[in-house]
Antibody, heavy 123, light 111 residues
Framework: EVQLVQSGAEVKKPGESLKITCKGSGYIFTSYWIAWVRQMPGKGLEWMGVIYPGDSHIRYSPPFEGQVTLSVDKSTKTAYLQWSSLKASDTGMYYC????????????????WGQGTLVTVSS | QSALTQPASVSGSPGQSITISCTGTSSDVGAYNFVSWYQQHPGKVPKVIIYDVTNRPSGVSNRFSGSKSGNTASLTISGLQTEDEADYYCCSHTSSGAYWVFGGGTRLTVL
């Protein structure tokens, strides 16, 4: 059974750093891209970026480039989303999702999702 | 401001059919058959219900169907059921730099 399990909710202060995790199981972790999606409170879905665990190739959505860092550890089948200096506007739910590129690399087909990690940034 | 435009809300009665539109440009929806639709119930994780404009993942009801004409993709839900009440998001590949873009989402109310 394919599963993506994310780390638990975080409460941080502005300026602090944070790294949240997404652990994959039940499939060949290095063969599927992992996407990250943000959902701010009461708002819609925003695609942040994707990383390919096979070679750590990354593509960022322009609004998020330079604001977050994606990385992956193949040995533990874990993807990471990291901030070096959080802002209040980073408050939201963050999802990781597996990208099924079996049809096309360009197809935004996110077939399995993590349960989400709620990040709250407040002074 | 979302790159893809969806109506904020639609509503229908049980048994009826509704259509949700997703309007983009010739750089995204109009250029590629790479449009997905996601269903998200309140407080739940999004779920893909249509990919590549018309394809349904295994296990998704055939009451959900997708189509595209020009720069507008559409999701049709037939035989509305109360459990269809949710938010729906379209997502397309784009050549404009963002690579993938979501619509702003549509809240479906089943009256």
């Amino acid at each position: 059974e394919v599963q993506l399990v994310q780390s638990g909710a975080e409460v941080k202060k502005p300026g602090e750093s944070l790294k949240i995790t997404c652990k994959g199981s039940g499939y060949i972790f290095t063969s599927y891209w992992i996407a990250w999606v943000r959902q701010m409170p009461g708002k819609g879905l925003e695609w942040m970026g994707v990383i390919y665990p096979g070679d750590s190739h990354i593509r960022y959505s322009p609004p998020f480039e330079g604001q977050v860092t994606l990385s992956v550890d193949k040995s533990t089948k874990t993807a990471y989303l990291q901030w070096s200096s959080l802002k209040a506007s980073d408050t939201g739910m963050y999802y990781c999702a597996r990208h099924d590129a079996s049809g096309s690399y360009h197809s935004p087909n996110l077939d399995f999702w993590g349960q989400g990690t709620l990040v709250t940034v407040s002074s | 401001q979302s790159a893809l435009t969806q109506p904020a809300s639609v509503s229908g009665s049980p048994g009826q059919s509704i259509t949700i539109s997703c309007t983009g440009t010739s750089s995204d929806v109009g250029a590629y058959n790479f449009v997905s639709w996601y269903q998200q119930h309140p407080g739940k994780v999004p779920k893909v219900i249509i990919y590549d404009v018309t394809n349904r993942p295994s296990g998704v009801s055939n009451r959900f169907s997708g189509s595209k004409s020009g720069n507008t993709a559409s999701l049709t839900i037939s035989g509305l059921q109360t459990e269809d009440e949710a938010d729906y998001y379209c997502c397309s590949h784009t050549s404009s730099g963002a690579y993938w873009v979501f619509g702003g989402g549509t809240r479906l109310t089943v009256l």
